[in-house]
C-alpha cells in the first residue's frame, strides 16, 4: 500500500463516523482519532508541493509486471468494489490487460 491515499482516509473517516454514532464507542477515542485525522490532512498538505514518482495504481501495475511480465492480454481479478476498483480496472486495459474480472 502506498501511504496517504485520499481514498484509503474516507473510508477511515466512513468507519470512524458509523463507530462513533454507535453507542459502543469509548468517547476517549475522539481525541486519538482526530489527532490522526489532523496530521493525515498536515501530510496531505505537505505533500502537494513536492512531485510525487509514485501513486497506488502505477506500484501495483509495475508489481504484477515484476511478477508475471508483460499484462498484454491478462486476465485480472480485483478484489474490492468502488471508485478505486474502477481506477484500477481502467490504468490495468491501458497497460494492456485482457479480461478483468
Known amino acids: 500500500m502506498v501511504v496517504g491515499e485520499p481514498q484509503i482516509l474516507g473510508q477511515v473517516k466512513e ?18 482519532c ?11 498538505s505537505r ?6 514518482r509514485f501513486r497506488l ?9 515484476k511478477i508475471f511480465g508483460s499484462l498484454q492480454g491478462r486476465t485480472v481479478f480485483l ?10 480496472a481502467r490504468h490495468l486495459v491501458q497497460q494492456g490487460a485482457g479480461a478483468i474480472l
Do not use: D, H, Q
Not at 47 to 52: A, D, L, P
Not at 57 to 65: D, G, K, S, T, Y
Open 79 to 88: 478484489v474490492g468494489a468502488g471508485k478505486m476498483s474502477e481506477l484500477a
Open 34 to 44: 482526530k489527532s490522526a485525522f489532523a496530521a493525515a490532512k498536515k501530510v496531505r
Open 15 to 32: 468507519a470512524f463516523a458509523v463507530a462513533r454514532a454507535s453507542a459502543r464507542w469509548p468517547g476517549s477515542w475522539n481525541t486519538c
Open 57 to 65: 495504481l502505477p506500484v501495483a501495475v509495475e508489481l504484477a509486471r
Open 47 to 52: 505533500r502537494k508541493s513536492i512531485e510525487f
